[in-house]
């Protein structure tokens, strides 16, 4: 009986496997859509900010699948190994009913029978596990599509907010933006305001030190002493202390607008009254007294020349009235205080001073101390206010206050060629020529060239002192140097302050003149008025075709 009884070998559940395959798959078919969906949702959105939420969302819905994929895989490991188990187990029993079957065959057959509901049992209970576990397995998939399903509203939702966000942030970055332009707009323009002062105050400052040592070498070469040697440390001294910010009191200030409108008045009176080549003296006084405000710009009310107005403090209410009056005074202190060019810088002191305290100050000040100083300005100042029991009397510091605005209060004296050099160079950007040809006599326009290097010239008081001719044709020029031996021709090296003629035609006619600066390198640089109808600087190589020579003035 005993080969009769078979047992039937325990084996996997098949169906149940089958089963619990199938729902792995769904489930990974399930994470697949989701992350398909999850992809069109980001999609359908535009913009950097959708982008990077929806990718987030994606990735957390791609997370959950995986997870829970990954879940399903572990339980059915799980029940796998736990059917093994539970085989090895009744093949252990088996053997163990076998090795007993001598004992009792009813007994054996029970047990067997037990064993059979054992290995029933075990099936079911592993039967109803899968299912219980399939089951859950697939809800939960469920769960996970409408957590997906969730993400996906929640990304649109998210999505939404954020442009938004966005919108307001580009509105005020905008709006910053714009501020930012307009504030560096508003700095460049104030550093190009800056800039331009700067390169003005120190192109003067240079032009004073390069004069000065020009003058002060060709001292030296010509057998200066050792106080000339001293005299170009001095310059040099002073010029430093113009470049790191001691010179200030050297920077030549502009005239305003309103004293510019007066020069044809300025300049009417002055040739009127024989002092036509004080016109910029003359509005520098201007600038000082009123800056060419008011009815009376040069506050002439209490002066000698004032005889149809009250005499008190703007007294008068005509301008030109004023003028008229103004440079008749200037003309008394020009006189009494023995000025002989604009360029006398010592005695235009004396006589501007005088202009301020009145022609009292001139002769009190010639007669104790032989001229103008600083100190007894202040102390004359002081007599007088005690004397009249005033407060104060008049500014002591008159003269720095005008010589501000005056260029050719700039002009080194004593030192011949820099003189009329200055003086040229503060004519730069005249347009016309008019101040130049009417000073020489012409009633209309007229090639001004040569009556510019006169007028210069004359500023100097060089005309007068048989150094430079009065001419207005450049001919006249080149005869009157050849005449005295001062004539150089084209391939000499001039120097500055030497009057350079030209020949445009290279025909042996003169056509053009002006005035030698400096000569650098091979180049001659000079100051020509009528170039261009306007006095300007130009340059040329030394032995150009179109020089036709020098005049070299015996300054």
């Not at 090795?99 to 109803?128: F, Q």
């Not at 003067?204 to 440390?233: Q, T, W």
Request: charged share 20%.
């Amino acid at each position: 009986m005993e080969n009769d009884i078979r047992i039937r070998p325990p084996h996997k559940d098949i169906k149940i496997l089958d089963k619990t395959e199938t729902a792995i798959s769904h489930i990974k078919d399930v994470a697949v859509k989701t992350k398909d969906i999850a992809n069109e949702a980001k999609f359908q959105n535009d913009g950097t900010v959708q982008e990077y939420a929806s990718d987030k969302m994606t990735h957390s819905t791609e997370t959950i699948a995986s997870g829970k994929v990954y879940q399903a895989g572990k339980t059915v490991k799980r029940t796998a190994k736990s059917i093994k188990t539970r085989r090895e187990k009744t093949i252990e029993e088996q053997e163990i009913v076998q090795k007993s079957a001598g004992k009792n065959n009813d007994d054996r057959i029970r047990s067997l029978e037990n064993n059979k509901n054992i290995i029933r049992t075990s099936a079911d209970m592993e039967h109803l596990k899968i299912k219980t576990k399939k089951h859950h397995e697939i809800k939960g998939g469920n769960e996970t599509i409408k957590t997906i399903e969730g993400s996906k509203h929640a990304v649109v939702k998210t999505s939404g907010s954020v442009m938004k966000q966005v919108e307001n942030v580009r509105k005020l970055s905008a709006i910053a933006t714009e501020r930012a332009r307009q504030a560096v707009k508003h700095t460049a323009k104030t550093i190009e305001t800056i800039t331009k002062k700067a390169v003005i105050i120190i192109t003067s400052c240079i032009k004073a030190i390069s004069a000065a040592l020009s003058s002060m070498i060709a001292a030296l070469g010509a057998g200066g002493s050792i106080a000339a040697f001293i005299l170009v440390l001095v310059v040099l001294f002073g010029g430093v202390l113009c470049l790191v910010g001691g010179g200030n009191a050297n920077a030549v200030l502009p005239v305003s607008a309103e004293v510019e409108a007066y020069e044809p008045l300025i300049r009417q009176y002055a040739t009127q009254h024989g002092i036509s080549e004080y016109v910029e003296l003359i509005k520098a006084v201007m600038m000082q007294e009123s800056g060419g405000r008011g009815l009376d710009p040069m506050q002439s009310s209490e002066g000698n020349f004032n005889t149809r107005y009250p005499r008190k403090p703007n007294g008068i209410t005509d301008p030109e009235y004023s003028i008229s009056c103004g440079v008749q005074e200037l003309k008394v202190c020009l006189q009494v205080a023995d000025v002989e060019s604009p360029v006398y810088m010592e005695n235009i002191k004396l006589c501007l001073q005088g202009y301020n305290f009145g022609n009292g100050y001139i002769s009190w000040a010639k007669r104790n101390y032989g001229g103008y100083t600083n100190l007894n300005a202040a102390e004359f100042s002081d007599m007088m206010a005690q004397r009249l029991g005033w407060d104060s009397y008049g500014d002591k510091q008159y003269v720095p206050h005008v010589l501000r605005y005056y260029p050719f209060g700039r002009v080194p004296t004593g030192i011949g060629n820099q003189a009329i050099v200055q003086v040229a160079l503060s004519q730069e950007g005249n347009v016309g020529g008019q101040p130049y040809w009417s000073w020489y006599g012409f009633d209309s326009r007229v090639e001004w060239c040569a009556c510019f290097v006169a007028w210069c010239a004359q500023q100097c008081g060089y005309i007068d002192a048989g150094i430079i001719p009065k001419f207005s044709l450049c001919s006249d020029g080149v005869s009157w140097f050849a005449g005295r031996g001062q004539f150089q021709d084209g391939s000499y090296v001039p120097v500055s302050g030497d009057i350079i003629f030209f020949d445009w035609g290279g025909n042996g006619d003169v056509d053009h003149v002006g005035i030698v600066e400096s000569v650098v390198n091979g180049t001659v640089y000079t100051i020509e008025g009528n170039s261009g109808d306007m006095c300007r600087k130009r340059s040329y190589s030394i032995g150009n075709d179109r020089i036709f020579g020098y005049g070299t003035p015996a300054y």
